[in-house]
């Protein structure tokens, strides 16, 4: 887009553009979907208890009800303890903010990855986009810990110790489960991931073999330990410690603490639906009926690609809609039970996973659906890599043309 | 159209710019927990200039294990370790003059290196854009089980006699690991609870 604009206008100023497209474009899916989950969450837990939830702001349903909590947030006084330290407590937020928000950066939201000179919708698209996506997840818990430290609370402490062992026990099986969806794709390229399960539900990687179904069901606990939802949340257990590491936060600081749970949340269903739920392909393959593909020229393929996105996010949607219904049904585990699920439980079942999903691959290669049908043919073309269609498709990233020196240089020493 | 910005330039000098100020930060800050955070700060703009190379796969490493590693030695080895006299920390004239001195001669020795090396000098922009980027988790994994794939300078036809490829780093990474994982199981062996018998 950045070559497209720079015909047009400076070429800094087309950077720029192309970069904050990106931006906004991102800022906007957390932001809203935020404010979109919140609302559902008071929904679906005033029906689970036979409340109404939310009925007037609005008019119907009270659609609007976040908004107008968020005003009142706007209006609160921004609290500081006296002990605290400053800085740390005023940057915290954001750092949980920025690290799920980071997150986006590298999932794609529709596909066609390589397919005839079709770029992935991706901000920044990341040849190992899978690990980039577990590392900075793994990161937002930095905010929690600092926000926990800097209140100079004992109850804040102890939901930040909380959560820091607990996120950091949940890495090990959820970094497991994603394996085996990473080795059955010969990827770890998100969008290539994605492209592998096309066609047919029958291809998603959930229905592979019996392994990665239950390592699927294995990382949905995971991500929901990962990011801190009940029966996980330890870390703001109220009924013990008053709200957690939020406890002394107020106002506008303390939503950014709830944009950042909410939008990992999305970004953990994201991930789940790309590795293992057919990614932005639906259970059929609608848009290859209707014609929806490369060959029919861009318009056809772009529209193709607005039905995956549609695709994609409902999916995600249905995945923060489990983990809430789970939240307002299951009673919260205690602290020892969480460890002990992790490392009894969830991290030798992954492990297990991991190495039936490996045999299971070298016993029926190129089988698909518990091993009862094939995997389509044009899937073993896409391993191939990045052919030359992809270069003139894709804006040209900003670090591309030092990676080309770098490689420049290896070929001059060799 | 008007004058090119070289972005490349201009966020290397950006993330450079952070990593060594917020590496500055680590020295002058007197609070261990602000000391971690300014780290992991100067860590996470070294992974920037790693992503900015076209590295994303060491990136990413740079993220998950040093980044992450200090949100866990900030956990374990700061806050639940540091006494009262270790949370502020201050550092003596003594330790600074020291420190000086053997930063300084190492980066003595490592300026003129890094200068040294002629394919490190400037590389012209048209050179650079005809080259393709390529997966860089591949090679890396194909080195460590012993192909080098960077490294195919031969026609096709003489890998045919070349016989058994070369044995790679994967032994020697895997004793590694499994001496790593024993001196683990050690440790939490020597630092276990120690239940009186009553």
């Excluded at chain 1, 659906?369 to 498709?393: C, D, I, M, R």
């Excluded at chain 2, 922009?125 to 195919?152: F, I, N, W």
Aim: glycine content about 10%.
């Amino acid at each position: 887009m950045a070559i497209f604009l720079s015909n047009y206008m400076w070429s800094w100023l087309a950077y720029t553009i192309a970069a904050l497209v990106h931006v906004v474009l991102i800022l906007n899916l957390v932001a809203i979907s935020a404010l979109v989950f919140i609302w559902l969450e008071r929904k679906i837990s005033g029906r689970i208890q036979d409340r109404l939830g939310p009925t007037r702001v609005g008019g119907k349903f009270g659609w609007l009800q976040t908004l107008a909590d968020g005003l009142k947030l706007l209006t609160k006084e921004d609290l500081r303890p006296e002990g605290a330290d400053g800085m740390l407590f005023r940057l915290a937020p954001y750092v949980s903010f920025a690290a799920s928000m980071a997150s986006y950066i590298a999932i794609p939201f529709a596909g066609g990855a390589y397919l005839l000179g079709a770029a992935p919708w991706a901000a920044q698209h990341i040849n190992v986009g899978v690990f980039f996506v577990l590392a900075v997840l793994g990161l937002e818990v930095f905010g929690t810990i600092l926000a926990g430290y800097s209140s100079a609370s004992k109850w804040s402490l102890f939901g930040a110790m909380r959560e820091a062992a607990q996120v950091v026990s949940y890495e090990v099986p959820l970094g497991m489960c994603v394996i085996p969806a990473v080795l059955i794709a010969g990827s770890m390229d998100l969008s290539l991931l994605g492209d592998r399960q096309a066609g047919l539900f029958t291809n998603w990687l959930i229905f592979h073999d019996p392994f990665t179904f239950i390592a699927f069901w294995v990382y949905f606990t995971c991500a929901t330990a990962s990011v801190n939802r009940a029966p996980f949340d330890l870390a703001e257990a109220e009924s013990e410690l008053v709200a957690g590491f939020h406890t002394e936060y107020s106002g506008l600081r303390w939503s950014f603490f709830f944009m950042a749970e909410y939008g990992s949340m999305l970004s953990v269903s994201l991930l789940a639906s790309i590795l293992f739920l057919g990614a932005w392909h639906g259970p059929l393959p609608i848009a290859d009926w209707l014609g929806l593909t490369a060959e029919h020229g861009r318009i056809a393929m772009n529209a193709g690609k607005l039905l995956g996105l549609v695709n994609l996010l409902l999916k995600a949607v249905v995945g923060v809609s489990v983990m809430i219904w789970v939240r307002w049904t299951l009673p919260r585990l205690r602290i020892d039970q969480v460890i002990t699920t992790c490392l009894k439980y969830c991290t030798p079942l992954a492990a297990v996973m991991l190495l039936g999903a490996t045999v299971w691959q070298y016993q029926f290669p190129g089988r698909n659906f518990f091993g009862l049908t094939n995997v389509p043919q044009a899937v073993f073309s896409l391993s191939e890599g990045p052919p030359q269609a992809a270069k003139s498709g894709n804006p040209v990233t900003k670090g591309a043309p030092v990676a080309k020196v770098e490689k420049s240089k290896m070929g001059e020493g060799a | 159209m008007g004058e090119t910005i070289y972005w490349p330039s201009f966020f290397f000098l950006l993330c450079a710019t952070l990593a060594c100020a917020f590496a500055v930060a680590v020295l002058l800050a007197t609070n261990i927990v602000r000391m971690a955070f300014y780290l992991v700060l100067s860590l996470s703009a070294t992974a920037g200039l790693f992503f900015l190379a076209g590295a994303d796969f060491v990136g990413a490493m740079q993220l998950m294990i040093y980044v992450g590693g200090t949100l866990v030695l900030l956990i374990f080895g700061v806050m639940l370790t540091s006494q009262e006299r270790f949370v502020e920390m201050k550092t003596w004239s003594g330790d600074w003059v020291f420190a000086f001195l053997i930063g300084g001669m190492l980066l003595m020795i490592l300026i003129p290196a890094a200068f040294s090396v002629p394919q490190w000098g400037g590389l012209k922009l048209a050179d650079s854009e005809s080259m393709v980027v390529q997966d860089t988790a591949t090679p890396l994994g194909m080195g460590l089980l012993g192909a080098r794939v960077d490294q195919l300078v031969e026609p096709p036809d003489r890998q045919e006699h070349s016989g058994p490829l070369q044995p790679g780093y994967l032994l020697l990474f895997e004793i590694s690991s499994v001496h790593l994982l024993v001196v683990l199981v050690g440790a939490a062996y020597l630092a276990r609870a120690k239940h009186k018998k009553s």
